[in-house]
Nanobody, 127 residues
């Protein structure tokens, strides 16, 4: 069992920055893929980024194309934590952001491939 806790959301003006954290407990994340998803009111949950915790010195991560020039994903094996640094925020980034974990290797961009979810953290960007 993996427990996930997100933090770092809040209200920020357009152009500002936020750093989201997702801390995992219950077991080491080596071999897990952790993802960031977001869901705006009335919209489906959408992929933002994922990190594969390889157990080695470097984890592998990807971001959705729409945020690659503004968001950065990072992780720390020892802390069982990943972060999403969000810069140059826009009103369309407003959503509840969720982190999730799965042992599956493929399909990391699809929410139905994940087995564990955090409670979500609200990000609101005012224009």
């Amino acid at each position: 069992q993996v427990q996930l806790v997100e933090s770092g959301g809040g209200l920020v003006q357009a152009g500002g920055s936020l750093r989201l954290s997702c801390a995992a407990s219950g077991r080491t994340l080596s071999g897990y893929t952790m993802g960031w998803f977001r869901q705006a009111p009335g919209k489906e949950r959408e992929f933002v980024a994922f990190v594969r915790f390889t157990g080695g010195r470097t984890n592998y991560g990807e971001l959705v194309d729409s945020v690659k020039d503004r968001f950065t994903i990072s992780s720390d094996n020892a802390k069982n934590t990943m972060w999403l640094q969000m810069n140059s925020l826009k009103s369309e980034d407003t959503a509840v952001y969720y982190c999730a974990a799965t042992r599956r290797y493929s399909g990391a961009r699809y929410p139905n491939m994940y087995d564990y979810w955090g409670q979500g953290t609200q990000v609101t960007v005012s224009s």
